[in-house]
C-alpha cells in the first residue's frame, strides 16, 4: 500500500482550470495503476479518470472526457488531474487512488479496485 495526500483543490469560476496533485510515499508507485474519483453529498463516490503504471494508457469518465487530463510523473511519485472548462457540476471532493494490485493490464473504474486513498480535496466551481 501507499500513502496519498491531494492538493490543489480551491474555488473557481466556471470555464476556468485546476490542476490537482496527487503525492504518493513508497516505491510501489510506478506498478500501480492511479485513478481519481470525486464525491459530492448523498453521492456514491464516481469514477474521473485513471492512469496505468507506465503512462501509456489512460481512461476517463465520458462526464470529463476531453476537459480533463490524468497524467504521472513516476519519478515524483505524483499523478495529477488537469482540470479545464471546468463546470459548476464538477464541484465535488476529489480523491486519488491506489489500485490494489501491482502491473495490472487493465483499468478499473469501480472503487472496489482501489485500496489506498487519500484525504480528499474540494473543488468549487462557481457558475
Known amino acids: 500500500q501507499v500513502q496519498l495526500v491531494e492538493s490543489g483543490g480551491g474555488l473557481v469560476q466556471a470555464g476556468g482550470s485546476l490542476r490537482l496533485s496527487c503525492a504518493a510515499s513508497?516505491?510501489?508507485?510506478?506498478?500501480?495503476?492511479m485513478g481519481w474519483f470525486r464525491q459530492t453529498p448523498g453521492k456514491e463516490r464516481e469514477f474521473v479518470a485513471a492512469?496505468?503504471?507506465?503512462?501509456?494508457?489512460?481512461y476517463y469518465a465520458d462526464s470529463v472526457k476531453g476537459r480533463f487530463t490524468i497524467s504521472r510523473d513516476n519519478g515524483k511519485n505524483t499523478v495529477y488531474l488537469q482540470m479545464s472548462s471546468l463546470k459548476a457540476e464538477d464541484t465535488a471532493i476529489y480523491y486519488c487512488?491506489?489500485?490494489?494490485?501491482?502491473?495490472?493490464?487493465?483499468?478499473?473504474?469501480?472503487?472496489?479496485?482501489?485500496?489506498?486513498w487519500g484525504q480528499g480535496t474540494q473543488v468549487t466551481v462557481s457558475s
Open positions: 492512469i496505468n503504471w507506465s503512462g501509456s494508457n489512460t
Open positions: 513508497g516505491r510501489a508507485f510506478s506498478m500501480l495503476v
Open positions: 487512488a491506489s489500485d490494489r494490485l501491482a502491473l495490472r493490464r487493465v483499468i478499473l473504474t469501480t472503487t472496489s479496485g482501489y485500496n489506498s
